[in-house]
């Protein structure tokens, strides 16, 4: 005899209980191991973390280049993006299907110049053993996945779903504006946070910003006080939130 829909749907929701159980333990060892930024979310927002990290993996394809397909480094790769979304109601970065994971540095075009990660058309690009070196620290300001992640963004404001959310794309061409006339447009640069590339152009810039709006906010808020704002309010989250105490600016 058939089983009624609703004898289906009861025999069918353990087997998908223990898979999801099984998805979270799977995705909080590896996020909880390599992570920083998972620790300092509390329990609930830890399972909201996990699954847009899940759906955001899903939906890509990823390709290993000179190294093993790998599991862990998908999802460390995917955290990046849920990282910098994580306050924004889209999160699937949709404009790209294809992300390439090359072991290392890389060389691209014409460039002699080996890079740790570039977005361009065809994909999000990213040399792991510089994702993994942005990931051991979330306090020296260097973190290849956000970065790398930050450009993404920019494509879908321009392409992607956000183009058609119009106070977020308001927020972030005031981001834009506020990056013109607090950095590029100056000729003295406080703290020294930004790399000289940092400094050749909106895009790296916005970049470097992202990279610095969460793994240095004291200094960066004490330093541009207008910029941390603006990015706060087009990202919906607030690194400073979760630091016990202002860190001392630096010197130099
Ligand atoms: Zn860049």
Not at 19 to 41: E, N, V
Not at 76 to 103: C, K, N, R, T
Not at 109 to 129: L, R
Request: glycine share 6%; proline share 6%.
């Amino acid at each position: 005899m058939p089983l009624s829909p609703l004898e289906w749907l009861t025999e069918l929701i353990p087997p998908l209980r223990r898979k999801r159980r099984f998805l979270f333990a799977f995705y909080t060892a590896i996020l909880d191991k390599s992570f920083p930024y998972f620790h300092k979310l509390s329990a609930s927002s830890k399972k909201e973390f996990v699954q847009r990290v899940h759906h955001f993996r899903k939906s890509k394809n990823f390709h290993f280049i000179e190294m093993p397909e790998r599991d862990d480094v998908s999802v460390l790769v995917s955290a990046a993006a849920i990282q910098l979304s994580f306050g924004l109601p889209e999160y699937l970065f949709g404009f790209f299907d294809d992300i390439y994971i090359i072991s290392g540095a890389y060389t691209y075009g014409d460039s002699t110049t080996p890079w740790a990660g570039h977005v361009n058309g065809k994909g999000i690009h990213v040399a792991w053993d510089h994702v993994l070196k942005g990931y051991a620290s979330d306090s020296d300001g260097y973190n290849v996945g956000l970065h790398e992640m930050a450009h993404a963004l920019e494509y879908e404001f321009a392409y992607g779903e956000y183009r058609y959310d119009h106070e977020r794309t308001i927020r972030f061409g005031a981001v834009r504006r506020l990056i013109a006339e607090y950095v590029l447009e100056q000729s003295y640069h406080p703290g020294a946070m930004f790399s000289e590339q940092g400094l050749t152009n909106y895009h790296e810039c916005w970049a470097e910003s992202v990279e610095l709006f969460f793994e240095r906010p004291a200094n960066f808020q004490a330093h541009y006080p207008q910029l941390y704002e603006g990015i706060r309010r087009l990202l919906n989250q607030d690194p400073m939130e979760w630091q016990p105490a202002k860190l001392p600016l630096s010197k130099n």
